[in-house]
């Protein structure tokens, strides 16, 4: 369940990402918007996921002794948090591709769980 939840977490960054930069350089986006999502979503995302990834991939590695859905996931959440304080063309580019890393170690956690 846990991974489920990071999955869809993880899933909501690269999702408000895609959307963030079609907004952004489509046009559409107002500076309001611009605004909220990058001081609210992207740390309120961010501490989710940090959160879901504290719950899940430890009590995974005393499962299946297995270090490498931690790293990955370690990789991805430094990605994220890197993303909050670098120019906004390569945050998008560093929070979808670190989503991205997420998603892929807690398939990999709930795989080797299941």
């Known amino acids: 369940m846990k991974d489920r939840l990071g999955i869809l977490f993880s899933g909501l960054c690269v999702v408000h990402c ?33 959160i879901i990834g504290l719950l899940s991939f430890p009590s995974g590695y005393i499962k299946h002794k297995q270090k490498g859905p931690m790293l990955l996931a370690f990789i991805g959440i430094t990605g994220l948090l890197v993303g909050l304080f670098i120019p906004i063309f390569y945050e998008i580019i560093l929070t979808a591709l670190s989503g991205t890393v997420l998603i892929t ?9 299941n």
Do not use: K, Q
Request: hydrophobic share 60%; net charge negative.
């Open 105 to 113: 170690s807690h398939l990999w956690n709930y795989r080797l769980n």
């Open 18 to 50: 895609i959307l963030f930069s079609l907004f952004l350089w489509g046009g559409v986006g107002s500076i309001g918007f611009i605004a909220a999502s990058e001081e609210i979503i992207h740390p309120l995302l961010l501490l989710v996921v940090f």
